[in-house]
C-alpha cells in the first residue's frame, strides 16, 4: 500500500508560481510512475502531467505545457510539479497519483493510489 501526501498548494496572484510537492511512503517509489491531476469546482478530473518510472520521461497535457515542470527525487520518495504563470484557469484541487503501468498515464484509471490533494487558488 502507498500513501501520498501532496504539499505547497495555496493562494497566488495571476502570473506568479507555486511549486507543488507529493511525498509517498509505503512503497518503492523509483519504480511507481507518478502524476499529478487537478479537478475544478464542477469539472472532472483532468491530467496535468506524469513522469514514468521505466524512462524518466515526462508527459504533459497540451494546455500546460510550458508553464508546469513535474520532476522527481527518488532518494527524497518525492515528486514535485512547479506552475509558473498561473492563471486564475488554474485554480483547483490538485492531486499527487501513483501507478505502475507507465502507459497511458493520461487516465486517472491507470492509477493505483491517489493522495487527498492540495487547493491552489490564482486570483486576478
Known amino acids: 500500500q502507498v500513501q501520498l501526501v501532496e504539499s505547497g498548494g495555496g493562494l497566488v496572484q495571476a502570473g506568479g508560481s507555486l511549486r507543488l510537492s507529493c511525498t509517498a511512503s509505503g512503497g518503492t517509489f523509483s519504480r511507481l510512475t507518478m502524476g499529478w491531476f487537478r479537478q475544478a469546482p464542477g469539472k472532472e478530473r483532468e491530467f496535468a502531467a506524469a513522469?514514468?518510472?521505466?524512462?524518466?520521461?515526462?508527459v504533459y497535457a497540451d494546455s500546460l505545457r510550458g508553464r508546469f515542470t513535474i520532476s522527481r527525487d527518488n532518494a527524497k520518495n518525492q515528486v514535485y510539479l512547479e506552475m509558473n504563470s498561473l492563471k486564475p484557469e488554474d485554480t483547483a484541487v490538485y492531486y499527487c497519483a501513483a501507478a505502475y503501468s507507465g502507459y497511458d498515464v493520461a487516465r486517472p484509471s491507470k492509477y493505483n493510489y491517489w493522495g487527498q490533494g492540495t487547493q491552489v487558488t490564482v486570483s486576478s
Open positions: 513522469i514514468i518510472w521505466t524512462s524518466g520521461r515526462a
